[in-house]
């Protein structure tokens, strides 16, 4: 009996978050403030394509798509959190905001290789290579492995 109210209890809790997930198209106005800084800084002359804010229920996240092909994560404080360029190598503004050593990794052991993408994680950073390789960095910049 145990066994069968927790799972009816399990079920009624998912079933509460899945009704609160909800995606929609938003403008550009609704973004964050931080999150169109980013924008205007990294991609000053991109047109953006669509924005798409998503609302489960642990909180907001957006997703903005731009012209060139390039996406970016904002989490609901409109801090970045994965610009994807889709084998198309990052603008080195974005680069920048890396930790250096992650840099000083690729340029030293992957010399031919460029960064298409940066996402940030709890352990710190995955960082994807056009060579469709993804790497490991802690929130230091020192590798940690590849990704499996």
């Given at each position: ?49 669509h924005i798409i804010k998503e609302t489960d229920g642990l909180g907001k996240d ?32 974005v680069l920048n905001l890396l930790p250096a050593g992650i840099m000083e990794y ?35 910049g020192a590798f940690i492995g590849y990704e499996d």
């Amino acid at each position: 009996m145990k066994k069968v109210m927790l799972l009816v209890s399990v079920l009624a809790f998912a079933t509460m978050f899945a009704a609160c997930d909800k995606k929609e198209i938003i403008s550009v106005a609704e973004l964050p403030a931080s999150s169109q800084v980013f924008i205007k800084t990294h991609f000053p002359e991109v047109a953006i394509t669509h924005i798409i804010k998503e609302t489960d229920g642990l909180g907001k996240d957006y997703t903005v798509y731009l012209a060139n092909g390039f996406d970016i994560d904002f989490d609901k404080k409109g801090n970045w959190d994965d610009v994807d360029g889709h084998f198309t190598p990052l603008p080195q503004s974005v680069l920048n905001l890396l930790p250096a050593g992650i840099m000083e990794y690729v340029t030293a052991y992957l010399p031919n290789s460029q960064i298409v993408e940066a996402n940030r994680e709890r352990y710190g950073y995955e960082i994807g290579l056009n060579g469709e390789i993804d790497l490991r960095f802690n929130s230091n910049g020192a590798f940690i492995g590849y990704e499996d």
